[in-house]
């Protein structure tokens, strides 16, 4: 099955008039356009997006519906660093760290609380810092990012090839 474009969330239907199949994937896969995956049922599904959500696929993005089935995305749970801030201050230093890292950042449960993918150095770093943190298992949804840590897009002017452009290659002289 080949699917190009997403066919909305999960979110905004009554599902349960419907079977759903879902695709398990890892946080850090939501930023794929082009991927291989097989659901849960043992359906292999090939992924070319042509119009990629710019922060990744979320959780309940509904890749494929016909009838009353549903194939979505699952992402599946994570270790993660929540990192609760006291202050703006530490908001401004937590936002410091974590893009100074070019980590992905993403909301938490309220305004002063971020969560990240774990790095042992970034805990050591907030207990330095004496900003309050724990480590637990949570989903890092696209939804919650904060970031956009990628690589940049594709620049929106067209290239041409010169027609005077010439490459000359000349051999060295041997001493």
Request: glycine share 4%; proline share 3%; with cysteine.
């Amino acid at each position: 099955m080949l699917i190009s474009r997403l066919e909305g969330n999960l979110h905004s239907y009554d599902i349960s008039k419907f079977k759903i199949d879902t695709i398990d994937i890892q946080w850090y896969d939501t930023r794929k356009k082009i991927a291989r995956w097989k659901s849960r049922n043992g359906k292999d599904v090939a992924m070319k997006l042509t119009d990629a959500p710019k922060m990744g696929l979320s959780q309940g993005d509904i890749l494929y519906q016909k009838g009353d089935e549903i194939l979505a995305i699952n992402i599946l749970p994570a270790q993660v660093l929540c990192i609760y801030a006291q202050s703006s201050q530490e908001v401004a230093k937590i936002c410091y760290e974590i893009g100074n890292r070019h980590s992905a950042l993403f909301f938490g449960e309220d305004a002063f609380e971020f969560r990240t993918p774990f790095e042992k150095p970034l805990k050591a770093l907030f207990d330095k810092l004496n900003i309050k943190n724990s480590v637990l298992s949570a989903r890092l949804d696209s939804a919650s990012r904060i970031s956009v840590s990628m690589a940049h897009a594709e620049p929106n002017v067209a290239i041409k090839e010169s027609p005077d452009f010439k490459i000359t290659l000349y051999k060295q002289k041997e001493e």
